[in-house]
């Protein structure tokens, strides 16, 4: 009997592990569909006859409606499940897209980037899903190489979009194959093996004991990761040798799950999920956020203006260091779990580092007195963005609980996404002193993150020792 148990929990796993290698398809399509569109928007938006004004106007529609949305979806992906909210927001997301491509006015314009700012979270909801898959341990290296997938799809599609838009009618064929890519990301999430991935519980509520171990011991109770989790607790280890379903973590409760729960229901669940994290004492994790988002749109602000100024760089050159500079952040994306098992998961301390070693670089690229310097920087830039990426988000994690995991992402990207508004503004604002300006308010604001940090760590880590003592 426990051989067939721990047979069948073995099974679950290897589902699991083929949602996960799937999710990171669905990254990588999902951002090459968008960065197609992505270069193209401007252009085609003053094809249609738009001033410089409306031009910015019907920009900035999309960063506002994510802002509103970001957490509330996310929260309605806890209360209604992974799978549902993102299949919805991959099929709408390719209607937004589809509208796009059939946009001969500015007024369709508008009308195709409301579903797109409303519901295009398929990223958040990865994230999400891959955090209840896996482990607390696990989290930043899966979380790291989700991101290196997506933003190897991000440096691939401006080619394939650039292409298309060589030929007539190139901005409506790319908005096409968007739509087509996210209808294929949709179809390769429902085939998911969610079935596979699910571990019921109810089968060893009889027994009296804590867990049951498999007799060749090639089972082990499981302990259940972190001090916050309440009721739920991802049973997927590294080793694949955690077998126990009595621990009282499952994914039981996806079942349990469904967009067809009366409209009210959900309402009220994604209210209490919200007002859950809203009056928590997170401030100064989603604070640390805006201000690193702030500091690092600051330093790509004026890029390419800046080194044109300063060093008399052709945009071609320019645009070969910001390839450059993206594909050493994709890359970077495989680094995060060595290094987070150097530091010990400690993630407060790795997210400190590599925020004072963001601060250096932006100041050392400000004060570059030749192009290799800004080389250098942008090398290492690339590297300490995208470790610092990870770990805001797992430190998001591991304060507010895997239970409202989509709840805490999105609110995260709703906190990014003022830093998207705000840094245009203060971007333009410090052009008019100097093209180092930007940067150089981005090395305050990072200043201010690190000081912050330095204030903030230590009673994070009082009250993690006093939630492991009561355990």
Not at 200 to 209: A, K, L, Q, V, Y
């Amino acid at each position: 009997m426990n051989n067939q148990r721990c047979s069948s929990l073995f099974l679950k796993i290897r589902g699991q592990r083929r949602i996960i290698q799937c999710i990171y398809v669905v990254g990588f399509m999902d951002l090459f569909g968008v960065s197609m569109i992505i270069p193209l928007l401007s252009h085609h938006v003053k094809a249609l006859g738009a001033s410089p004004t409306v031009a910015g106007i019907v920009g900035s529609t999309y960063g506002v409606l994510q802002f509103f949305s970001s957490t509330l979806v996310g929260s309605w992906s806890d209360v209604v499940g992974r799978r549902y909210s993102l299949l919805t927001c991959l099929l709408l997301s390719a209607l937004g897209y589809g509208l796009l491509g059939m946009s001969t006015s500015i007024a369709l314009f508008v009308l195709a980037r409301i579903p797109v700012g409303l519901f295009k979270h398929s990223l958040s909801i990865c994230r999400a899903l891959l955090s209840d898959l896996v482990s607390e341990s696990e989290r930043p290296l899966v979380m790291g190489h989700f991101n290196a997938a997506s933003s190897v799809g991000f440096i691939l599609g401006p080619v394939v979009g650039g292409y298309l838009t060589e030929h007539e009618g190139g901005f409506y064929t790319s908005s096409f194959a968007c739509a087509a890519i996210f209808l294929i990301n949709a179809g390769l999430v429902w085939m998911l093996p969610w079935s596979e991935a699910l571990v019921d519980r109810n089968g060893t509520n009889h027994s009296n004991n804590s867990s049951e171990s498999c007799h060749d011991n090639h089972c082990r109770k499981s302990v259940p990761n972190g001090t916050h989790v309440k009721n739920k607790q991802p049973v997927l280890s590294a080793d694949y040798k955690v077998c126990s379903k009595a621990s009282g973590w499952d994914f039981h409760w996806w079942r349990g799950l469904s967009l067809l729960q009366p409209a009210w229901r959900q309402v009220s669940s994604v209210g209490s999920k919200i007002h859950m994290v809203a009056s928590s004492d997170m401030w100064d994790v989603f604070l640390v956020r805006l201000l690193m988002a702030i500091a690092i749109m600051l330093y790509y602000s004026n890029f390419s203006l800046a080194l044109e100024e300063r060093f008399a760089l052709k945009p071609k050159v320019t645009g070969y260091l910001i390839s450059y500079s993206s594909t050493l952040g994709a890359l970077a994306g495989f680094l995060v779990g060595p290094v987070t098992q150097l530091y010990k998961n400690n993630m407060p301390a790795l997210l400190l580092h590599s925020t004072v070693l963001t601060c250096s670089l932006i100041f050392l690229y400000a004060a570059a007195p030749s192009v290799w310097q800004v080389l250098l920087t942008s090398t290492f830039f690339a590297i300490s963005t995208t470790i610092g990426r990870t770990c805001i988000t797992d430190l998001e994690l591991q304060r507010g609980g895997v239970q409202a995991s989509g709840t805490l992402i999105g609110a995260g990207q709703s906190v990014t996404a003022v830093g998207r508004v705000l840094a245009p503004l203060l971007s333009g604002l410090a052009q008019e002193f100097s093209p180092c300006g930007p940067p150089s308010l981005g090395v305050v604001l990072a200043l201010a993150a690190v000081g912050l940090l330095l204030n903030r760590i230590p009673r994070w880590d009082r009250r993690r020792v006093a939630g492991t003592t009561k355990l």
